[in-house]
């Protein structure tokens, strides 16, 4: 394999990247295992496997030569590590009563930059023989879906659709080719157009919308994690009585949870409405970076002071709908576009810039993360539960990741240790909000 120049977007959150504020995704697995020596062989089986699958060998590095190609000075590479060695990204643990509290302790943890950005973290369970695993994949690395993808090529063999191929890219010279300017001219100048029409989408959009604030934090690089586990059918019996979507209903669920959790906790903030970021995936199979993250997202303020359940899943399905009508490529969620428009030293200088407006932009992230729907295994061991987590934005205090695996609904939870010591208490209000819109329902 030969190095692939890193997509705008993923130099962007190679760059955002601080000690405090690590840009990693996360999924914790739990395995149900008939025996204690079952990590330690799953241990051996994914360091195994993981040397084989190509993508897992790729480090990043950072590019400075003048003269790899138009606008990449500044930039970054994916290419194979010479020194690649699987025992330094799969570990073993001790046995841990807590999966969520050492998975917890893990994200906190920055990815090593001089070595392929991922780790597994096997932690067997202190009674009985069940295992974990912990996956952390650089945001930098893969979006979701390929973190799926790579995570599924050291579990057991499934029946996954074969990838498409991907095209050869263009040979690249020391010098641009002169011929190609004017075609290169041509595509600067639609570029800006795009970009400047993106950036007055954006700026219009957010004007009025300012984070509230509600959720933000100082970057202590503290993390705790949460699990919440509900039953997909419930979800669906209330879709099927209001309408709209399973997405819809799921946020619905988080502004509920939100409500809850601020009004218990009695510091004033339980009448705000914070603005959540609900990302939006425009990755497409056959573009110039088909690994690539290509993302956009739909902004919109959470009904949380409103008493009412219903009411606040209808404000969320109007809120939504009027999201995908303007589409994700407008408002002040596709902001993640511009990223494509910047040049790749403008991602290296602006980074840090960049890490520090988020908290201006939203409060929290709310995301859906795929999983397949069919059973995962590793050395013939089932999962019982998965629960995403995504990276934690600078001066935010919690992150919340949706997946639905084998009928059930896991929410994954990532939030600022010292900002969120009550996470268990927000956890219990998302469990407790579907039985909310359950009897509001009348079902």
């Not at 394999?1 to 999924?27: K, Y």
């Not at 509600?214 to 209001?242: F, I």
Request: charged share 20%; hydrophobic share 45%.
């Amino acid at each position: 394999m030969t190095a692939d120049p890193l997509a705008p977007l993923d130099l962007a959150f190679w760059n955002i990247e601080s000690p405090e504020n690590p840009m990693h995704l996360g999924a914790l697995g739990v395995f149900a295992a008939p025996s204690p020596t079952a990590a330690a062989h799953a241990a051996d089986l994914l360091a195994g496997r993981a040397a084989a699958v190509p993508g897992l060998r790729m480090r990043i590095r950072d590019v400075w030569a003048p003269f790899t190609g138009p606008l990449s000075f500044g930039g970054a590479v994916r290419e194979p590590d010479p020194e690649f060695d699987p025992l330094h990204h799969v570990r073993l643990h001790p046995p841990t009563a807590d999966y969520q509290a050492a998975a917890g302790h893990l994200m906190e943890r920055p990815l090593e930059r001089g070595r392929p950005p991922w780790e597994a973290h096997v932690l067997p369970a202190e009674e009985g023989d069940g295992f974990a695993v912990l996956f952390k994949f650089h945001h930098a690395l893969a979006d979701g879906l390929r973190a799926l993808t790579l995570a599924a090529a050291v579990l057991d063999p499934m029946d996954l659709p074969a990838p498409r191929p991907r095209p050869a890219p263009p040979a690249r010279g020391r010098f641009p080719d002169v011929r190609a300017l004017p075609g290169l001219l041509r595509g600067a100048v639609s570029d800006v157009g795009r970009a400047l029409d993106i950036g007055a989408s954006v700026a219009v959009h957010t004007l009025g919308m300012r984070s509230t604030g509600a959720l933000t934090a100082g970057p202590t690089g503290t993390r705790r994690t949460a699990g919440v586990v509900v039953d997909l059918d419930d979800v669906h019996r209330v879709r099927k009585v209001v309408g709209g979507t399973v997405n819809d209903v799921l946020i619905a669920v988080v502004a509920g949870a939100l409500r809850t959790w601020l009004d218990e906790r009695g510091d004033g903030s339980a009448g705000v409405t914070p603005r959540a970021l609900i990302p939006v995936s425009k990755r497409r199979p056959r573009t110039a970076h088909p690994q690539g993250n290509r993302l956009s997202g739909y902004l919109m303020r959470l009904p949380v002071d409103d008493p009412d359940p219903l009411g606040r899943l209808a404000a969320v399905r109007t809120a939504m709908n009027r999201n995908k009508d303007a589409g994700p490529g407008r408002g002040a969620g596709a902001v993640a576009l511009l990223a494509d428009h910047v040049p790749a030293l403008g991602h290296r200088l602006g980074g840090p810039l960049v890490s520090q407006a988020a908290r201006l932009w939203f409060d929290i992230l709310v995301t859906s993360v795929p999983l397949p729907s069919f059973g995962l295994k590793l050395a013939g061991n089932p999962v019982t539960e998965v629960f995403p987590y995504a990276p934690l934005a600078r001066g935010q205090s919690l992150a919340v990741a949706v997946s639905t695996y084998r009928g059930r609904v896991h929410f994954g939870l990532v939030a600022d240790a010292e900002a969120v010591p009550d996470l268990d208490r927000f956890a219990r209000a998302l469990t407790a909000e579907v039985e909310t819109l359950i009897t509001a329902c009348g079902s």
